[in-house]
C-alpha cells in the first residue's frame, strides 16, 4: 500500500487500541494541532485526507496548551486512552517541552509528533532550524529528550514501522508511560513508500495488572500484621488502576487509615471511615499526625515527593519502616522501603487476603476518627459565608463550590494556592472529581486541562480554579473551549498577583519580592498602585460568557448559572485575605526552601534561624 510516512502514521494510529479488564477503547482519540512549516504539507495533508472518522482532529491555540489538553484527557481515561499533538518545526516543537515535562513527571500518556529539520537536508539550514556547529545532527527537538519517556526519529520511511510499535508500546506500559515523541522530518513525512497492510491491522494492547511476586507479599503481610500504627498514603497509581474499590475493602477489613497525596486524593471519598484526607505539607492534622506516629507507612501507589514527606521531615517514629506498593520498581524501593512491586489493585486485593483477620488496635481507629471529626469543624468554619454582602475569602469560594456541586463534577487545578487549600478542605464526592495536577504545579494547565477532562467525560460539570496569575500565563485555549462548544466552567480567583510566593517569600527571607500585580513605585520597587487588570474584560473578549461577581451573594448565584450554563462560562471573583480566626488551617508539616545562609536584611537572618530548627527534623530513612 502506497502512502506518505505522515498518511502511514496517522491510519497506523487510528487503528491502535487499549484493553484491561475487558474493556476495548481506541488508543489514540484524537490529534491535537497547529500548523506551521514542518507539519503543514505532511501531517496536515495527511489528516485532510484521512478524515475525522479516523482521526478526530482538534485545533489548538498553544502547543503547550494542546499537550495539557492531552494530558486531562488521558487521565481521565485512566491512561487507557490518549491524545497526539502535532506542531510545526522550531518555535512549536519547543513549545512542547513543558507540557512534556509535565506529562511525564504525572506518568500520562501523550504521544508528540512534533516536525523536524529536513533528513536530506538539500537546503540547510531551513527556516527556524538551529545550527549546532559541534554537532550536525542536533535539532531543537533534542530538548525533548530528558522530558520524554521514549524519543525517536524517523529519518527514514520504513524506520516508521518499529519505531511506531515501540512508541505505542510505552504509551500503554503503566511503568512507562509518559510523553512519547515522534520527531518527523519535515522532508521525510511526505516521502511516500510500499506499505505491509499488516501494519494498518487493528491491533490491541494489553494493559497489564502484574501481581505480587510471592516472597515480597509474604513479607508485606508479615510487616503489616506486625504494625501497630500503620498508615496507607494512596498515590495517584490508586487512581491509575482503578484500585478505589480494592483500597476501600483493605481499609475497611484491617482499619488501617488511608491519607492520600495530590494525585491520590479521592481513593476514597472524604467520609469513609478510614479517610483522614490529604497527608504532607498541605496535609490534614489527622493524616500528619498519624504519620508522625506510623510504625509502618503503606506507600500505595505514590512517588513520595518531598509535599509528602514533608521534605523528609514527617516520619519521626523512629521504628517506621515503609512499604512500596508500586508497580514501577523506582518508586517501590523509595524511603529504603520493602518493595512489592504491582499493580495496585492487583496487590491491595491480595495483600487483603494476606492479612485475614488482621485489624488494628479499636484504641487507634476511636482516635482517628476523632481527630477527623474535629478536623472537619475546620472545614466547616472556613467554608462557612455567612456576610452575603462582603467579598469572600478563597476558602469561602471552595466552600460555595462545594454546596454547589455534585459527585459527577471535576475539579481542576494545578497552582497557586488553591492546591494547598483544596489538598486540606475539599471533600471529594467521588472517585475522579478531584483533579489537582501536583507532579508539575504548572501555572496555565488547569484551562486547557478542562477541556480535554470534558472531553472524556461528556455530561459532566467540569470546572478549572484559576489564579489570577495563572489566568494570565495561559487563557489561550478558552478560544478552543468556545470553538469546539465544550461547555467549561472557570472560576478566576483574583487577589492581584502571585499570593501563593508572597506568603512564602515572606517567610523565607525574601520579603514578598515582586509578587504582587503593581505598578513601580518611586524607588523603582514593585509596591505602587495595584495594576488596572479586568480579567472579566479579557476573558469575554475570548468569547466565553463571563459572570462578573463582588460579594458573597453575586458568587453563590453565579456558581449555580455556570453550573447550569451549556456553555463555556467564566466566573470571576476578587478575593479578600481571611483574618487568622476564619481563614483556612495553616500547614501541619514543613516544606524545604533553602534560605539564604548570609544576608545584611534581618528577615532572611531570621527566616535561616527557623530554617535551621526545621531543617534539623530531617530524617534519613535507611
Ligand atoms: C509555569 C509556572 N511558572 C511559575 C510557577 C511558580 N509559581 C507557583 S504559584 C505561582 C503564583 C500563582 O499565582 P496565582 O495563580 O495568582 O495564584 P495565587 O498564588 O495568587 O493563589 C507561581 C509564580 C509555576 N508553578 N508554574
Ligand atoms: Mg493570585
Not at 501531517?43 to 482521526?55: F, K, N, T, V
Not at 522532508?187 to 511476586?213: G, K, L, S
Not at 471529626?373 to 468554619?381: A, F, K, P, Q, T
Not at 508572597?502 to 525574601?510: F, H, N, W
Request: glycine share 10%; net charge neutral; charged share 20%.
Amino acid at each position: 500500500m502506497r502512502l506518505t510516512v505522515a498518511q502511514a502514521l496517522v491510519r497506523f494510529l487510528a487503528a491502535q487500541h487499549t484493553e484491561r479488564d475487558g474493556h476495548r477503547r481506541r488508543l489514540i482519540a484524537a490529534t491535537w494541532g497547529i500548523f506551521g512549516h514542518g507539519n503543514v504539507a505532511g501531517i496536515g495533508q495527511a489528516l485532510l485526507e484521512s478524515g475525522p472518522r479516523d482521526m478526530p482532529f482538534l485545533q489548538g491555540r498553544n502547543e503547550q496548551a494542546m499537550v495539557h489538553a492531552a494530558v486531562g484527557y488521558a487521565r481521565q481515561r485512566g491512561r487507557l486512552s490518549a491524545h497526539a499533538v502535532t506542531t510545526s518545526i522550531g518555535p512549536g516543537a519547543t513549545n512542547l517541552v513543558t507540557g512534556a515535562a509535565l506529562a511525564t513527571i504525572n506518568r500520562i500518556p501523550v504521544l508528540l509528533l512534533p516536525g523536524d529539520a529536513f533528513a536530506t537536508r538539500p537546503a540547510d539550514p531551513v527556516l527556524q532550524q538551529l545550527e549546532a556547529a559541534h554537532a550536525g545532527d542536533v535539532s531543537v527537538n533534542d530538548t525533548l529528550r530528558p522530558v520524554s519517556r521514549h524519543f525517536d526519529r524517523i529519518t527514514r520511511p520504513e524506520a516508521l514501522i518499529p519505531a511506531a510499535l515501540q512508541a505505542m508500546r510505552v504509551l500503554t506500559d503503566p511503568v512507562q508511560t509518559g510523553a512519547v515523541t515522534l520527531a518527523l522530518p519535515q522532508d521525510v513525512q511526505t516521502e511516500a513508500h510500499d506499505w505491509p497492510p499488516e501494519f494498518f491491522a487493528e491491533r490491541v494492547w494489553a494493559v497489564r495488572r502484574p501481581r505480587p511476586d510471592r516472597d515480597e507479599l509474604a513479607r508485606a503481610a508479615a510487616a503489616v500484621r506486625g504494625s501497630a500504627r500503620p498508615l496507607v498514603i494512596a498515590g495517584g497509581g490508586i487512581r491509575h488502576s482503578a484500585a478505589q474499590s480494592a483500597l476501600a475493602e483493605f481499609a475497611g477489613a484491617t482499619g488501617i487509615p488511608v491519607a492520600s497525596t495530590q494525585a491520590g486524593k479521592g481513593a476514597l471519598p472524604y467520609d469513609h471511615p478510614a479517610d483522614v484526607g490529604g497527608i504532607g505539607h498541605t496535609g490534614t492534622a489527622t493524616a500528619d499526625e498519624l504519620a508522625r506516629g506510623a510504625d509502618l507507612v503503606i506507600a500505595a501507589g505514590t512517588r513520595l515527593t518531598d509535599f509528602t514527606t514533608a521534605s523528609g521531615t514527617l516520619f519521626q517514629n523512629p521504628a517506621v519502616r515503609f512499604l512500596g506498593l508500586n508497580i514501577d520498581p523506582y518508586d517501590a524501593h523509595k524511603l529504603a522501603g520493602q518493595p512489592v512491586v504491582c499493580d495496585a489493585r492487583a496487590g491491595l486485593e491480595e495483600l487483603r487476603a494476606a492479612v485475614a483477620g488482621y485489624r488494628v488496635d479499636p484504641g487507634y481507629e476511636t482516635a482517628y476518627k476523632e481527630r477527623k471529626s474535629g478536623w472537619e469543624l475546620l472545614v466547616d468554619r472556613a467554608y462557612a459565608a455567612p456576610d452575603e454582602d462582603r467579598a469572600p475569602t478563597q476558602a469561602q469560594v471552595l466552600g460555595l463550590l462545594d454546596a454547589v456541586v455534585g459527585p459527577e463534577d471535576i475539579l481542576i487545578n494545578a497552582a497557586g494556592s488553591l492546591p494547598g487549600d483544596l489538598h486540606k478542605l475539599w471533600r471529594s464526592r467521588s472517585a475522579d472529581q478531584y483533579h489537582v495536577e501536583y507532579g508539575y504545579s504548572c501555572m496555565g494547565y488547569e484551562i486547557p486541562a478542562a477541556i480535554g477532562v470534558a472531553l472524556a467525560a461528556p455530561g459532566r460539570p467540569v470546572w478549572a480554579l484559576v489564579g489570577d496569575g495563572t489566568y494570565l500565563m495561559n487563557p489561550t485555549e478558552l478560544v478552543t473551549a468556545v470553538q469546539e462548544g465544550v461547555p467549561i466552567k472557570v472560576v478566576i480567583l483574583d487577589n492581584h498577583g502571585y499570593a501563593s510566593i508572597g506568603g512564602l517569600s515572606g517567610t523565607v527571607g525574601a520579603e514578598g519580592f515582586a509578587t504582587a500585580y503593581r505598578f513601580r513605585a518611586q524607588d523603582g520597587s514593585y509596591t505602587g498602585a495595584p495594576l488596572p487588570l479586568d480579567l472579566a474584560a479579557n476573558a469575554a473578549s475570548l468569547g466565553v460568557a463571563v459572570i462578573r461577581t463582588r460579594t458573597i451573594g453575586d458568587l453563590r448565584k453565579a456558581l449555580a448559572e455556570a453550573r447550569a450554563a451549556d456553555r463555556p462560562t467564566c466566573v470571576y471573583a476578587q478575593t479578600r485575605t481571611p483574618d487568622t480566626v476564619s481563614g483556612p488551617p495553616p500547614a501541619q508539616a514543613w516544606w524545604d526552601v533553602p534560605v539564604a545562609e548570609t544576608a545584611t536584611r534581618k528577615s532572611a537572618a531570621a527566616a535561616r534561624e527557623e530554617y535551621d530548627r526545621q531543617a534539623a527534623q530531617r530524617r534519613r530513612h535507611l
